[in-house]
Protein backbone atom coordinates (compact mmCIF):
# COMPACT_ATOMS: atom_id res chain seq x y z
CA UNK A 1 0.00 0.00 0.00
CA UNK A 2 0.99 3.54 -0.88
CA UNK A 3 2.27 5.44 2.37
CA UNK A 4 0.03 8.62 1.52
CA UNK A 5 -2.95 6.44 1.02
CA UNK A 6 -2.82 4.79 5.14
CA UNK A 7 -5.32 7.90 6.65
CA UNK A 8 -7.74 7.51 4.53
CA UNK A 9 -9.78 9.24 2.07
CA UNK A 10 -12.33 12.13 2.22
CA UNK A 11 -14.68 13.63 -0.33
CA UNK A 12 -13.96 16.73 -2.19
CA UNK A 13 -17.59 17.05 -3.76
CA UNK A 14 -17.39 14.45 -6.24
CA UNK A 15 -13.58 13.88 -6.24
CA UNK A 16 -12.06 11.28 -4.14
CA UNK A 17 -8.96 12.32 -2.68
CA UNK A 18 -6.38 10.88 0.08
CA UNK A 19 -6.45 12.67 3.24
CA UNK A 20 -2.90 12.54 3.10
CA UNK A 21 -1.90 15.67 0.01
CA UNK A 22 0.85 17.44 -0.25
CA UNK A 23 1.05 21.33 -1.04
CA UNK A 24 3.31 22.72 -3.78
CA UNK A 25 3.94 26.34 -2.49
CA UNK A 26 7.47 25.79 -1.35
CA UNK A 27 8.69 25.13 -4.68
CA UNK A 28 8.90 28.42 -6.25
CA UNK A 29 11.83 30.98 -5.25
CA UNK A 30 12.51 32.55 -2.32
CA UNK A 31 9.20 34.37 -0.85
CA UNK A 32 7.15 32.17 -3.09
CA UNK A 33 8.59 34.70 -5.99
CA UNK A 34 10.43 33.62 -9.17
CA UNK A 35 11.54 29.67 -9.77
CA UNK A 36 13.15 27.72 -7.79
CA UNK A 37 17.08 27.76 -6.96
CA UNK A 38 17.03 24.01 -8.93
CA UNK A 39 13.84 23.48 -10.72
CA UNK A 40 14.71 19.23 -11.73
CA UNK A 41 14.94 19.16 -7.82
CA UNK A 42 11.32 20.90 -7.34
CA UNK A 43 10.15 17.80 -10.23
CA UNK A 44 11.74 15.47 -8.61
CA UNK A 45 9.70 16.39 -5.49
CA UNK A 46 6.34 16.37 -7.10
CA UNK A 47 7.19 12.88 -8.57
CA UNK A 48 8.08 11.42 -5.28
CA UNK A 49 4.89 12.95 -4.15
CA UNK A 50 2.67 10.75 -6.91
CA UNK A 51 5.16 7.40 -6.25
CA UNK A 52 4.06 7.75 -2.78
CA UNK A 53 0.59 7.65 -3.33
CA UNK A 54 -0.37 11.48 -2.90
CA UNK A 55 -3.52 12.61 -5.23
CA UNK A 56 -4.17 15.88 -4.03
CA UNK A 57 -2.19 18.48 -4.79
CA UNK A 58 -2.87 22.43 -3.42
CA UNK A 59 -1.40 25.17 -5.79
CA UNK A 60 -2.05 28.58 -7.65
CA UNK A 61 -1.19 30.43 -10.29
CA UNK A 62 -0.09 33.11 -7.89
CA UNK A 63 2.90 31.06 -6.66
CA UNK A 64 5.43 33.00 -8.66
CA UNK A 65 3.74 33.80 -10.05
CA UNK A 66 2.63 31.03 -12.52
CA UNK A 67 5.69 28.69 -11.40
CA UNK A 68 4.89 25.92 -9.07
CA UNK A 69 1.60 25.46 -12.07
CA UNK A 70 4.15 25.34 -14.69
CA UNK A 71 6.60 23.29 -12.79
CA UNK A 72 3.67 20.70 -12.04
CA UNK A 73 2.72 20.80 -15.50
CA UNK A 74 6.52 19.80 -16.53
CA UNK A 75 6.82 17.00 -14.43
CA UNK A 76 3.47 15.21 -13.94
CA UNK A 77 1.19 16.07 -17.39
CA UNK A 78 -0.68 13.90 -18.45
CA UNK A 79 -1.75 13.39 -15.40
CA UNK A 80 -2.96 10.18 -13.63
CA UNK A 81 -6.93 10.14 -13.20
CA UNK A 82 -7.23 10.11 -9.59
CA UNK A 83 -4.81 12.89 -9.07
CA UNK A 84 -6.76 15.83 -8.35
CA UNK A 85 -4.97 19.47 -8.54
CA UNK A 86 -6.61 22.13 -6.18
CA UNK A 87 -5.64 26.01 -6.80
CA UNK A 88 -7.02 29.40 -5.89
CA UNK A 89 -7.48 32.88 -7.05
CA UNK A 90 -8.35 36.26 -5.60
CA UNK A 91 -4.65 37.48 -5.36
CA UNK A 92 -2.14 39.02 -7.09
CA UNK A 93 1.69 39.51 -7.41
CA UNK A 94 3.16 43.13 -7.09
CA UNK A 95 6.82 43.23 -9.04
CA UNK A 96 7.76 44.01 -5.71
CA UNK A 97 7.13 40.28 -4.62
CA UNK A 98 3.53 41.74 -2.37
CA UNK A 99 0.17 39.98 -1.99
CA UNK A 100 -2.31 41.98 -3.86
CA UNK A 101 -6.39 41.45 -3.97
CA UNK A 102 -7.56 40.72 -7.58
CA UNK A 103 -11.26 39.91 -6.48
CA UNK A 104 -13.17 41.64 -9.78
CA UNK A 105 -14.90 39.52 -11.93
CA UNK A 106 -12.46 40.40 -14.75
CA UNK A 107 -9.81 39.18 -12.78
CA UNK A 108 -11.24 36.16 -11.51
CA UNK A 109 -12.11 34.81 -15.07
CA UNK A 110 -8.70 35.61 -16.27
CA UNK A 111 -7.22 33.70 -13.21
CA UNK A 112 -9.22 31.31 -14.34
CA UNK A 113 -7.65 30.90 -17.96
CA UNK A 114 -4.19 31.84 -16.07
CA UNK A 115 -4.76 28.42 -14.09
CA UNK A 116 -6.05 25.95 -16.91
CA UNK A 117 -3.38 27.26 -19.55
CA UNK A 118 -0.19 27.10 -17.00
CA UNK A 119 -1.73 23.64 -15.79
CA UNK A 120 -2.53 22.61 -19.39
CA UNK A 121 -6.05 21.46 -18.09
CA UNK A 122 -9.42 22.16 -19.61
CA UNK A 123 -11.27 22.20 -16.48
CA UNK A 124 -9.78 22.63 -12.79
CA UNK A 125 -11.15 20.45 -10.43
CA UNK A 126 -11.62 22.61 -7.22
CA UNK A 127 -10.75 26.38 -7.39
CA UNK A 128 -10.89 28.36 -3.90
CA UNK A 129 -11.55 31.63 -3.53
CA UNK A 130 -8.81 33.43 -1.81
CA UNK A 131 -10.60 35.76 0.09
CA UNK A 132 -8.04 39.11 0.47
CA UNK A 133 -10.12 41.45 2.39
CA UNK A 134 -7.08 41.07 4.88
CA UNK A 135 -3.89 38.96 3.61
CA UNK A 136 -3.01 38.07 6.90
CA UNK A 137 -6.11 36.51 8.01
CA UNK A 138 -9.99 36.47 7.93
CA UNK A 139 -11.67 39.49 7.87
CA UNK A 140 -15.58 40.10 7.23
CA UNK A 141 -16.25 41.10 3.82
CA UNK A 142 -18.89 40.43 1.53
CA UNK A 143 -18.02 37.50 -1.24
CA UNK A 144 -21.24 38.05 -3.09
CA UNK A 145 -19.82 39.36 -6.34
CA UNK A 146 -16.53 37.10 -6.60
CA UNK A 147 -17.95 34.27 -5.75
CA UNK A 148 -21.08 34.99 -7.95
CA UNK A 149 -18.39 35.51 -10.98
CA UNK A 150 -16.59 32.04 -9.64
CA UNK A 151 -20.09 30.43 -9.27
CA UNK A 152 -20.75 31.32 -13.42
CA UNK A 153 -17.31 30.03 -14.65
CA UNK A 154 -18.10 26.55 -12.59
CA UNK A 155 -21.60 27.04 -14.77
CA UNK A 156 -19.64 27.43 -18.45
CA UNK A 157 -18.16 24.22 -17.40
CA UNK A 158 -14.41 25.64 -16.68
CA UNK A 159 -14.25 24.87 -12.91
CA UNK A 160 -15.98 21.63 -11.03
CA UNK A 161 -16.14 22.44 -7.48
CA UNK A 162 -15.54 25.53 -5.17
CA UNK A 163 -13.79 26.42 -2.08
CA UNK A 164 -12.79 29.14 0.27
CA UNK A 165 -9.89 30.27 1.54
CA UNK A 166 -9.09 32.81 4.69
CA UNK A 167 -13.00 32.70 5.41
CA UNK A 168 -14.90 33.71 8.21
CA UNK A 169 -17.94 31.73 9.37
CA UNK A 170 -20.36 33.99 8.24
CA UNK A 171 -18.70 34.61 4.72
CA UNK A 172 -18.91 30.81 5.13
CA UNK A 173 -22.50 30.67 5.79
CA UNK A 174 -22.87 33.75 2.75
CA UNK A 175 -20.92 31.75 0.18
CA UNK A 176 -23.29 28.38 1.49
CA UNK A 177 -25.82 30.59 -0.08
CA UNK A 178 -24.99 31.17 -3.48
CA UNK A 179 -22.22 27.96 -4.50
CA UNK A 180 -21.84 24.71 -3.22
CA UNK A 181 -18.69 24.60 -1.05
CA UNK A 182 -16.59 21.66 -0.92
CA UNK A 183 -13.64 22.77 1.21
CA UNK A 184 -12.52 25.46 2.99
CA UNK A 185 -8.53 26.49 3.81
CA UNK A 186 -7.99 28.28 6.52
CA UNK A 187 -4.42 28.79 9.06
CA UNK A 188 -4.96 25.91 11.59
CA UNK A 189 -2.13 24.07 13.55
CA UNK A 190 -0.98 23.09 17.25
CA UNK A 191 -0.50 25.92 17.59
CA UNK A 192 -3.29 28.32 15.90
CA UNK A 193 -6.22 26.84 16.81
CA UNK A 194 -8.89 29.94 16.07
CA UNK A 195 -10.47 27.76 13.56
CA UNK A 196 -11.55 25.04 16.81
CA UNK A 197 -15.28 25.45 16.22
CA UNK A 198 -15.58 26.11 12.52
CA UNK A 199 -14.16 22.81 11.77
CA UNK A 200 -16.70 21.06 14.24
CA UNK A 201 -19.11 22.94 11.94
CA UNK A 202 -17.75 22.05 8.27
CA UNK A 203 -17.61 18.66 9.48
CA UNK A 204 -21.08 18.02 10.38
CA UNK A 205 -21.93 19.85 7.08
CA UNK A 206 -19.57 16.94 5.32
CA UNK A 207 -17.46 20.02 4.22
CA UNK A 208 -13.40 19.52 4.23
CA UNK A 209 -11.53 21.53 6.35
CA UNK A 210 -7.69 22.10 4.82
CA UNK A 211 -5.22 23.55 7.55
CA UNK A 212 -2.58 25.57 5.36
CA UNK A 213 0.71 25.92 7.31
CA UNK A 214 -0.11 22.64 8.83
CA UNK A 215 3.60 22.52 10.26
CA UNK A 216 3.83 26.16 11.06
CA UNK A 217 4.30 27.62 7.46
CA UNK A 218 7.67 29.63 6.93
CA UNK A 219 8.68 29.02 10.41
CA UNK A 220 8.07 25.10 11.78
CA UNK A 221 6.62 24.43 14.94
CA UNK A 222 8.48 24.62 17.74
CA UNK A 223 7.01 23.17 21.35
CA UNK A 224 9.21 21.50 23.97
CA UNK A 225 5.94 19.17 24.73
CA UNK A 226 5.62 18.47 21.24
CA UNK A 227 9.28 17.06 21.04
CA UNK A 228 8.58 15.18 24.21
CA UNK A 229 5.55 13.56 22.49
CA UNK A 230 7.31 12.82 19.28
CA UNK A 231 10.08 11.37 21.20
CA UNK A 232 8.09 9.27 23.23
CA UNK A 233 6.03 7.98 20.23
CA UNK A 234 9.22 6.91 18.17
CA UNK A 235 8.21 10.18 15.56
CA UNK A 236 9.75 13.67 14.71
CA UNK A 237 8.04 16.32 15.99
CA UNK A 238 6.55 17.84 12.79
CA UNK A 239 5.06 14.20 11.79
CA UNK A 240 3.33 14.41 15.15
CA UNK A 241 2.04 17.79 14.16
CA UNK A 242 0.78 16.15 11.43
CA UNK A 243 -0.99 13.12 13.04
CA UNK A 244 -2.27 15.31 15.45
CA UNK A 245 -3.60 17.33 12.58
CA UNK A 246 -5.47 13.86 10.77
CA UNK A 247 -6.64 12.95 14.49
CA UNK A 248 -8.56 16.15 14.93
CA UNK A 249 -11.22 15.85 12.79
CA UNK A 250 -12.52 13.19 9.97
CA UNK A 251 -12.81 16.06 7.76
CA UNK A 252 -9.36 17.33 7.99
CA UNK A 253 -7.29 17.09 4.83
CA UNK A 254 -3.54 17.68 5.13
CA UNK A 255 -1.32 19.68 2.16
CA UNK A 256 2.16 20.16 4.04
CA UNK A 257 4.61 21.85 2.05
CA UNK A 258 7.85 20.98 1.59
CA UNK A 259 11.03 21.09 -1.46
CA UNK A 260 12.27 18.73 -0.35
CA UNK A 261 11.92 14.84 -1.14
CA UNK A 262 13.35 13.67 2.25
CA UNK A 263 11.15 15.62 4.05
CA UNK A 264 7.77 14.88 1.79
CA UNK A 265 8.88 11.31 2.75
CA UNK A 266 9.23 11.80 6.45
CA UNK A 267 5.60 13.52 6.27
CA UNK A 268 3.74 11.78 4.13
CA UNK A 269 4.73 9.14 6.81
CA UNK A 270 2.86 10.07 9.18
CA UNK A 271 -0.56 9.51 7.58
CA UNK A 272 0.16 6.14 8.84
CA UNK A 273 1.25 7.11 12.95
CA UNK A 274 -1.59 6.74 15.15
CA UNK A 275 -1.22 9.11 18.60
CA UNK A 276 -2.54 7.26 21.80
CA UNK A 277 -4.65 9.37 24.07
CA UNK A 278 -2.17 10.07 26.27
CA UNK A 279 0.06 12.03 23.27
CA UNK A 280 -3.37 13.63 21.69
CA UNK A 281 -3.99 15.32 25.30
CA UNK A 282 -0.58 17.04 25.97
CA UNK A 283 -0.87 18.10 22.50
CA UNK A 284 -4.48 19.55 22.62
CA UNK A 285 -2.20 22.01 25.78
CA UNK A 286 -0.16 23.38 23.09
CA UNK A 287 -2.96 25.27 21.35
CA UNK A 288 -4.94 25.89 24.22
CA UNK A 289 -1.95 27.60 25.96
CA UNK A 290 -0.53 29.85 22.34
CA UNK A 291 -4.60 30.80 21.80
N1 LIG B 1 -4.73 29.64 1.24
C1 LIG B 1 -3.69 30.31 1.66
O1 LIG B 1 -3.77 31.51 1.92
C2 LIG B 1 -2.39 29.60 1.83
C3 LIG B 1 -1.33 30.25 2.50
C4 LIG B 1 -0.15 29.54 2.67
C5 LIG B 1 -0.01 28.24 2.19
N2 LIG B 1 -1.06 27.65 1.53
C6 LIG B 1 -0.96 26.25 1.05
O2 LIG B 1 -0.68 25.42 2.16
C7 LIG B 1 0.44 24.60 1.88
C8 LIG B 1 1.18 24.30 3.15
O3 LIG B 1 1.69 25.48 3.73
P1 LIG B 1 3.24 25.85 3.74
O4 LIG B 1 3.99 24.99 2.81
O5 LIG B 1 3.35 27.31 3.58
O6 LIG B 1 3.63 25.57 5.26
P2 LIG B 1 3.84 24.23 6.10
O7 LIG B 1 3.41 23.04 5.34
O8 LIG B 1 3.27 24.49 7.43
O9 LIG B 1 5.42 24.21 6.31
C9 LIG B 1 6.33 24.34 5.27
C10 LIG B 1 7.70 24.61 5.89
O10 LIG B 1 8.08 23.48 6.68
C11 LIG B 1 9.31 22.95 6.19
N3 LIG B 1 9.19 21.50 6.26
C12 LIG B 1 8.26 20.73 5.62
N4 LIG B 1 8.41 19.44 5.97
C13 LIG B 1 9.44 19.39 6.83
C14 LIG B 1 10.08 18.33 7.53
N5 LIG B 1 9.65 17.07 7.40
N6 LIG B 1 11.14 18.63 8.34
C15 LIG B 1 11.55 19.91 8.49
N7 LIG B 1 10.99 20.96 7.85
C16 LIG B 1 9.94 20.70 7.02
C17 LIG B 1 9.45 23.45 4.79
O11 LIG B 1 10.80 23.59 4.42
P3 LIG B 1 11.50 22.59 3.35
O12 LIG B 1 11.07 23.05 2.00
O13 LIG B 1 12.94 22.76 3.63
O14 LIG B 1 11.01 21.21 3.68
C18 LIG B 1 8.77 24.81 4.88
O15 LIG B 1 9.67 25.77 5.43
C19 LIG B 1 1.25 25.40 0.86
O16 LIG B 1 2.12 24.59 0.14
C20 LIG B 1 0.14 26.02 0.03
O17 LIG B 1 -0.26 25.11 -0.96
C21 LIG B 1 -2.24 28.31 1.36
Redesign the pocket.
Known amino acids: MQQATHAGSHKLGTLSINRMG ?5 LAGPHVFGPPKDPQAAIAVLRAAIELGINHI ?3 DF ?1 GPHVTNQLIREALHPYRDDLVIVT ?1 IGALRGADASWQPAMAPAQLEAAVHDNLRNLGLDVLDVV ?1 L ?1 LMFDVMGPVEGDLEEPLSALAELQRKGLVRHIGL ?2 ATAKQIAQARGIAEIVCV ?3 Y ?1 LAHRGDDALVRQLAEAGIAY ?12 QSSVLERVAAECGA ?1 P ?2 TALAWLLQRSPNILL ?6 V ?3 R ?2 IAAAALALPPAAIAALDGIGATAA
Open positions: YGAMQDTSYKNRSNQNQNVPFFPLGGFSPLTLQIPGTSSAHLQN
